[in-house]
């Protein structure tokens, strides 16, 4: 009597062991029949399966796009939600001690998960893998987001500081990706730019070569692009004598990668993406391509007992680089809406975006009150740097980068695979 | 009686268990002897069969579904799989298997390059790894024990560390430059996509994994063999040709395949200490990954790649079969 006791324990345990495994191997099976049967073909490559009813057209700034708000925005009076708020960022994108301060007048936790490159990021979201409540795309992929319903509409009424603090032109009309800012407000804005050691090349020397530093055989070994074919390609193109930084033609592209190779087997140019605000302040490299928040950065980075004037920053004539931002969202899944409204109407304060932007951050939010000649007045940026200070004029004469089309950005990541292959 | 009795469960329990469980066993066939149901002894293979089915089968239709499949560039360039193997396409198959030979053949440089460093690393890996693992079997019979926890202890450590040391060692202004000065040689780039660094890296990442199976079989050759050997005539080194190389051959096969199956598809020791130049089979699967609409690509690669280790891979079981006819 004894010992059938647990006999019989360990009978009903193994029934349901195998019942347990047998649903397991079911349930994808099931997928997978159901998708068998179904034709694949039909929402690839074609028009998306979100429930918005039309296209989206990429936006230009020639064709300047509303995102179509398709489903309610959340209703202003909603109470605030109790933590932990999910923030999904870029690795080193925000200040800790912002973070913190939400933290503390919220009374709330906030989780930070980061993310390497945008592609992991966006499909993470889009595949539900992580669900945050706000989320930092780059412009290119919003319209994509907003087509497949992975974005929530922004309640305006709780987001004050956008008229408040940051240029009207952002909300009026709204930029051209989102006009009437449906969906997103801006985060930081930056320029491409080379960024260089002053103690081992000179202001004029460097100005007087540009881009074509980037080439110079006298930097063997010390020259950083970013392990980024969209920025990479595109700086190529530039060096290259053409404007075209979202090109779809076959020559230039070609041109590009031709010189992007030259670079890296002529003069051992290394693919990195710490290059500048991390390898650059340690010495490591001499000239890099760069984003100008990644050198204002760069000052934090510095080995002790090294003056931030080593650190140089050239932009291009305007009109002749590029300029871009990156947007602070909450997609549509965000477990805590209104928590995500107040954390990024905190961000958009003049004091908290200002404190992440030159204490540690780097990377300048579009505000009014942030004057190039009051930054360099007060010794917040240096003025050895002033060249990656943002103004609002630059946005009139500079290139923007766009989202690709699917055959060109084909074509582009053709090219960076034989770069990144060491053909 | 009772105190007889506990003492001799205390001491026979383990036998004791062992005869209980058997005769629960025999019970269903009665007297006639042992019985058992048909299912009773393929039954045993059944978690094995479940865990290939469940986590490399399934898996690997998925790949081929994948590859086989589209992506979707609205959807970030998530992969569409076909499931339905009348649905297959094999367009961007076929496409990356062009790149390994038409045109510019973008994608042989890193094939030629993943055959050289496996080669040369899979070659170190043996002669220092059989050295050493001699060594530790043979002659250190005091400090057996020492040398083996020093062979382990690195893999404590995580390798991404390991590997961060060597970028420090390997730095233009390192210490290893600094040693190499006198010689001449004090101002090598080692970490800009030498060879030389990234077959180190291999080598360093995957000789435990020779030393640990070639030890364990020289370390269980009977003494009595090589006294043997010795007392027919034969010299030290003739014992070791005849004697200890024979017999320890299956363990250096298994250590071959061990540390060759993991190099061809490594990556990140060439992320860590190379450059483009260097790249490997492993980062252009990995490029594909970091890139949007990557995923149809980078399943064909690893389809590609899963044959060509195929090859070794059968050469290995044929070997291990023949051997144990053989024995």
Known sequence: ?423 | MPEIETSATHDERPRRRLWRRRASVDEPGGASGAWYPRWYWPSFVAPGSLWLALLFLLPFYVVFSVAFGTVDFENFGAPVPYYAPWWWSFDTFNETLSKFYEGTAIYRPPLFRTFAYVFSATVICLVVGYTVAYFAARSATKYKGLILILLISPLWISYLMRIYAWQGLLDTDGPINLLLRPLGFGETNWLEGMHVTVILGLVYGYIPFMILPIYASLDRIQESLLEAGRDLGASGRQTFWRVTLPLSRPAILAGIVIVTLPMFGDYYTNDLLGSTKTSMFGNLISTQREQQGGSTRMASLVLILAVIVLVPMLYYLRETKRAAEQA
């Open chain 1, 1 to 423: 009597m004894i010992g059938r006791h647990p006999m019989e324990n360990r009978w009903s345990r193994r029934q349901f062991l195998g019942r347990a495994a047998g649903g397991a191997v079911a349930m994808p099976s099931l997928a997978a029949i159901l998708a068998a049967c179904s034709k694949p073909g039909e929402n690839a490559g074609g028009s998306g399966s979100g429930s918005a009813s039309t296209e989206i057209p990429i936006a230009t700034l020639e064709n300047p796009v509303e995102l179509p708000v398709t489903m309610d925005t959340i209703a202003a009076d909603t109470p605030i939600e109790s933590g932990p708020l999910v923030l999904y960022n870029w690795a080193d994108y925000i200040h800790k001690k912002v973070v913190a301060e939400f933290e503390e007048e919220y009374g709330v936790d906030v989780e930070i998960t980061t993310y390497n490159n945008m592609e992991e990021g966006i499909q993470k979201v889009a595949n539900g893998q992580v669900t945050p409540d706000v989320f930092v795309p780059t412009v290119g992929y919003l319209r994509r987001l907003v087509q497949k319903d992975l974005l929530m509409p922004l309640q305006q009424e709780l987001i004050p500081n956008m008229l408040a603090s940051v240029w009207p032109s952002y909300s009026d009309p709204g930029p051209y990706y989102d006009l009437g800012w449906n969906y997103s407000v801006p985060y930081t804005i930056y320029t491409w730019g080379v960024a260089y050691r002053r103690d081992r090349v000179s202001d004029e020397d460097l100005a007087a070569q540009g881009w074509e530093a980037l080439w110079n055989p006298e930097y063997a070994g010390a020259i950083s692009l970013y392990d980024s074919y969209g920025d990479t390609i595109a700086v190529a193109i530039l060096r290259n004598g053409s404007l075209d930084v979202n090109t779809g033609d076959p020559a230039l592209i070609d041109a590009a990668k031709v010189a992007i190779l030259e670079t890296i087997n002529d003069h051992e140019a290394r693919l990195t993406i710490n290059g500048v605000y991390a390898k650059l302040p340690a010495g490591d490299f001499t000239v890099a391509e760069a984003w100008s928040g990644d050198i204002v950065g760069a000052q934090w980075y510095l080995p002790r007992g090294t003056g931030t004037d080593v650190l140089g920053y050239w932009r291009p004539e305007p009109g002749q680089t590029m300029i871009g931002n990156d947007t602070l969202v909450v997609p549509a899944e965000a477990q805590r809406p209104r928590l995500a409204h107040e954390f990024i109407n905190f961000m958009l304060d003049e004091q908290h975006g200002t404190d992440n932007f030159v204490n540690w951050n780097g990377y300048q939010p579009p505000f009014v009150s942030i004057q190039p000649d009051s930054l360099i007045d007060q010794g917040v940026v240096p003025e050895n740097l002033s060249d990656a200070v943002v103004t609002e004029e630059m946005f009139a004469d500079d290139l923007t980068p766009i989202e690709l089309s699917p055959e060109v950005e084909a074509m582009w990541l053709d090219a960076w695979t034989e770069i990144k292959a060491g053909a």
